[in-house]
């Protein structure tokens, strides 16, 4: 049997109560079960839920986007930016590494302080979710691996 496709509405924020994300407003998010589109500590969760449920649910931050690794933090001399640039606090840049995005966290007179873990590393999350829809996958979508239609991959 194919897997599911599964639609939820969610609203995410820290242990602190503060909010992070939300699907409220738009589509629901939509993902095809176990290709690793969601974090695993809240697929694991939802698996068991069904059409209309309701659940908060709390993620760890090793089940969420891991622990934040401190060799990701680096100093930078100033003089390695582009000289047109103006640098902020929480300016993000990539550099020839793919799937890693640096934030500058502090500056230092000359010397930039860039992380390069997830902003959302070593954050306990609590996710606000209830599910909206619950189908089978088709055929198409478990040889593609995404989700078509409405909150899906519309174009590839
Ligand atoms: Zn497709």
């Given at each position: 049997m194919n897997p599911r496709v599964v639609s939820f509405h969610y609203t995410l924020k820290d242990k602190e109560g503060n909010?992070?994300?939300?699907s409220e407003g738009s589509h629901p998010l939509s993902y095809l079960e176990?290709?690793?589109?969601?974090i695993s500590g809240l697929e694991d969760e939802i698996k068991s839920m069904n059409s209309g449920d309701k659940k908060i649910i709390s993620v760890d931050a090793d089940k969420a986007y891991g622990q934040k690794n401190p060799e990701l933090v680096f100093d930078v001399p100033k003089?390695?930016?582009?000289?047109?640039e103006v640098l902020s606090v929480g300016m993000m840049f990539q550099t020839d590494e793919p799937d890693t995005v640096y934030t500058?966290?502090?500056?230092k007179g000359e010397t930039i302080i860039v992380d390069g873990n997830h902003?959302?590393?070593?954050v306990d999350l609590v996710f606000d979710v209830q599910i909206v829809n619950i189908r089978t996958a088709t055929d198409e979508e478990v040889s593609h691996g995404h989700v078509h239609g409405e909150g899906g991959h519309h174009h590839h």
């Open positions: 909010l992070i994300d939300s176990g290709t690793g589109q969601i003089s390695q930016f582009p000289e047109d500058i966290t502090e500056i902003p959302l590393a070593g």
